[in-house]
């Protein structure tokens, strides 16, 4: 009996789900086109969020102070990675944007009870590429168990050695142009991964139980969408000047716009690494409030 | 009433000794470890015991559950096996020593159980497990060929180097997992390998990776058909042809063959070098006098002779990645240099410092056993010294009364010096005449037991001055000519013997003409 319920339930969302895909129509076709396959691959489990309750949160990461110059890559070693970039490659640890704001911030839920227990449908493969000997992208959030296709599109030698603290890491090798898939089986922010044969390349991986996360683009700009109404703890993690964190609230079709503002005074911030993320951990949200 | 109280005490009787064989399992593998492990490894577990930070590479942390020896997937938990096999082993080229004669196996099993304890990532119910590696191909000619062609396209060298000394270009940035400089192996002195020697050993870190490490699996490459089985052991067969095929034994003594009416080689790609194997002499820091040296990049040098009865040549060969002071290493030299301990006044890692190379031998030749101090002699032995360094192009003769007296001639040179760095090696040729005018030189006399002893420095480890690695004494033999008398003797009595039997054959024949 509590079974057919589920059934019933998740039933109705789908068909709430695709009306509202219907009625969104053009509005955003790339976005529809993702979801829509994302939701066709995972046949045993519909998204527990009722969009007609469901509100989001958008925002941006403001750089404040002067941008700190970045090392240039030698990458004379490396001529078919050096010929992939136009310009001098630079390390990736702080980009600022043209507009002031910073990019490679990942932003994320960290606590909201509102999603407490929830089980999300888990998306399809992402993917992390080995390209011109950079990582593609350097920042990057995954839900736990989600695939991560792992690319070498420059056809050289390259490890993947990654090292998170709440589970077992990996350290492998790609010498020619291949595919491997990985996957976290626990929640942790941030997983952080080298390339050994190449110093300079370095990614982070936050690994959570719920689709809320985000990376600050070229623009600065971030989006968390589809959550259901409630407050939430939000943090942005960057890798140079660390983590900061409000509290925000999202009502039933409403949009919280939300800044995070780092600056170049950070440079010597603690920043969390392997941080388990227990959404049961309310205190931050209690203390705020 | 009164069975009831038997019973009961002859129950608390019984479960007595049980409880104690569990207490005393505990507690075997807690003291163990205490006792011997806890100074590096730390009472924790965390690898940060007293004498970790005169260490590199650093004691294992177990708490992360990391093990470089596994015959498990990349990332997975060891087998218990493995653990006993690192703990019975050692970890050869470290500070590891092998426990395998120093405990007792139960000692051993419990240290096992209770070094687990240490991490939440082993489990109680999953045990690990181990890959398929397939059996081993033999080795041939072909197969060592056919992996060659495989380091190659799969790029072992980009950290190992084309001669595999360790010295390919990503070698001076590699740090293991907690951000410590972590030196590719060199992989021509398998008796350094850390997790065995043999092909097999090889064959397990190419497929499992050393985690921890810069030392990634292959396994992922062979399940994505990248590569077969059988090239990979092709590899690891490769990579063990670039050893010695025995670990070399310790021989005391350097033979100086004498070649007659030729010069002495007097330069590294003079062919007569590979007429002679060499002897290959251990090197360990120095860590006498202050400010000592725990992490010397040579471990040992490879040393061969030649004379022509007016000349002697002397070539020293090592493995060093890299031609000191290099760019390239200069980040790789200033994090050695914090990383280790202990701060003795020592190399500061600001400034560039040659590699450099010292052949100590007395300033007279001793009567009897007795030689001067190895670590520069003392005033009443002092030593005569042959100093190379890499940012000259000559060699100083000097001679020294004890540490931090060392004084060189600055002219009336009798030697002469070569010094090639090619591939992740030094070649060093030194040229002197047997006998100089000099009476602070020593004398090299044919068919003596010279005493000799080695000193060296690499210059982009952070070495120099009294941090470097050094050797005992050795003994250098020049071969005597051969006595004129070894020439005629031989002749003569074959000659003899040759008429002699003439002389019996035709006695009888005679005797038997005679008879009949």
Avoid at chain 2, 376 to 388: C, F, Q
Wanted: one cysteine or more; charged letters at 20%.
């Amino acid at each position: 009996m509590l079974v057919l319920k589920k059934i019933e339930k998740l039933a109705a969302f789908t068909l709430v789900g695709s009306l509202l895909m219907v009625g969104c129509g053009g509005a955003d076709s790339s976005d529809s086109a993702g979801s829509s396959s994302a939701a066709s691959e995972a046949t045993a489990m519909e998204n527990p969020v009722d969009p007609s309750t469901a509100g989001n949160i958008v925002g941006s990461v403001a750089f404040e102070g002067s941008a700190p110059a970045m090392d240039a890559i030698d990458m004379s070693g490396e001529s078919v990675c050096a010929n992939k970039h136009s310009g001098t490659p630079m390390v990736q640890t702080v980009v600022v944007n043209d507009n002031g704001t910073l990019s490679n911030v990942f932003v994320y839920v960290k606590e909201g009870s509102a999603i407490d227990g929830m089980q999300f449908p888990t998306p399809s493969a992402a993917l992390l590429d080995q390209d011109g000997c950079v990582y593609s992208p350097h920042v990057m959030g995954v839900m736990v168990d989600q695939e991560i296709t792992i690319r070498n599109s420059d056809g050289l030698l390259h490890n993947i050695n990654a090292t998170p603290t709440e589970q077992r890491g990996f350290n492998s090798s790609q010498p020619v142009t291949m595919e491997t898939s990985q996957d976290f089986g626990t929640p942790e922010v941030m997983i952080p991964l080298r390339c050994d044969v190449h110093g300079w390349m370095t990614a982070y991986i936050g690994v959570l139980t719920h689709p809320y996360h985000s990376v600050s683009d070229g623009s600065g700009d971030f989006s968390l969408s589809t959550l259901p109404e409630g407050d939430y703890v939000v943090e942005a993690w960057h890798e140079q000047y660390g983590t900061q964190s409000q509290t925000v609230t999202v009502t039933a079709g409403g949009t919280a716009d939300v800044t995070f503002t780092f600056s170049a005074d950070m440079a010597n911030a603690v920043v969390p690494m392997g941080t388990p993320v227990d959404l049961h951990d309310h205190s931050l949200v209690t203390d705020q409030q | 009433m009164d069975t009831i109280r038997i019973m009961l005490l002859v129950l608390t009787v019984m479960t007595i000794p049980l409880r104690l064989d569990a207490l005393q399992e505990d507690d075997l593998g807690k003291v163990t470890y205490d006792r011997w492990c806890s100074e590096c490894h730390g009472v924790d577990g965390s690898g940060n015991g007293s004498a970790a930070g005169f260490m590199l590479p650093r004691p294992r942390n177990f708490t992360l559950a990391q093990y470089q020896i596994r015959t498990t997937a990349s990332g997975d938990l060891p087998t218990d096996q493995n653990m006993l096999d690192a703990i019975n082993n050692g970890a050869p080229g470290t500070a590891m020593p092998a426990w395998d004669d120093l405990l007792s196996e139960p000692e051993k099993q419990a240290l096992v159980q209770y070094l687990k304890t240490f991490s939440r990532f082993f489990p109680d119910d999953e045990v690990p497990q181990s890959l398929d590696f397939g059996g081993s191909t033999r080795t041939s000619e072909e197969v060592v060929a056919e992996g060659r062609r495989q380091y190659e396209a799969i790029e072992c060298w980009k950290c190992h180097g084309d001669q595999g000394r360790g010295d390919g270009e990503s070698s001076p940035t590699l740090v293991d997992d907690t951000g410590f400089p972590a030196a590719a192996a060199d992989l021509t002195e398998n008796w350094f390998f850390n997790g065995g020697d043999d092909v097999e050993d090889i064959y397990r870190a190419i497929r499992t990776g050393l985690d921890g490490t810069p030392m990634p699996n292959f396994s992922d490459v062979l399940d994505a058909g990248v590569i077969t089985e059988e090239e990979l052991w092709a590899v690891a067969h490769y990579v063990r042809s670039l050893s010695p095929e025995e670990v070399p034994g310790i021989s005391e003594v350097v033979q100086a063959r004498l070649i007659e009416d030729l010069d002495v080689p007097r330069s590294v790609a003079d062919e007569i070098w590979n007429e002679t194997e060499g002897v290959y002499i251990p090197l360990v820091g120095q860590i006498i006098v202050q400010p000592r040296w725990f992490n010397p990049r040579v471990d040992g040098v490879w040393v061969k002779a030649f004379h022509n009865g007016e000349d002697i040549s002397v070539m020293v060969r090592w493995s060093d990645p890299n031609n000191s002071p290099d760019q390239a290493w200069s980040d790789w030299k200033s994090q050695v240099v914090t990383t280790m301990e202990p701060k003795e006044g020592g190399d500061t890692g600001i400034g560039a410092s040659p590699d450099q190379l010292v052949v100590q031998f007395p300033m007279q030749m001793p009567e009897g056993m007795e030689r001067p101090y190895f670590l520069k002699g003392d005033s009443r032995r002092p030593v005569y010294l042959w100093e190379w360094k890499s940012d000259r192009q000559t060699a100083l003769e000097g001679e020294a009364r004890g540490v931090g007296t060392e004084s060189f001639q600055a002219e009336g040179q009798d030697l002469s010096v070569e010094g090639v760095h090619k591939d992740g090696q030094w070649q060093v040729v030194f040229t002197r005449p047997l006998l100089t005018e000099d009476e602070n030189d020593l004398d090299f006399i044919t068919g003596e037991a010279i005493p000799m002893s080695f000193f060296a420095w690499d210059g982009d480890n952070g070495e120099s001055g009294n941090q470097g690695a050094l050797s005992s004494w050795y003994f250098l033999m020049l071969e005597e000519a051969t006595p004129t008398a070894v020439y005629v003797a031989p002749p003569l009595a074959m000659l003899l013997a040759g008429a002699l039997g003439l002389l019996m054959v035709r006695n009888a024949q005679k005797r038997e003409k005679e008879n009949i």
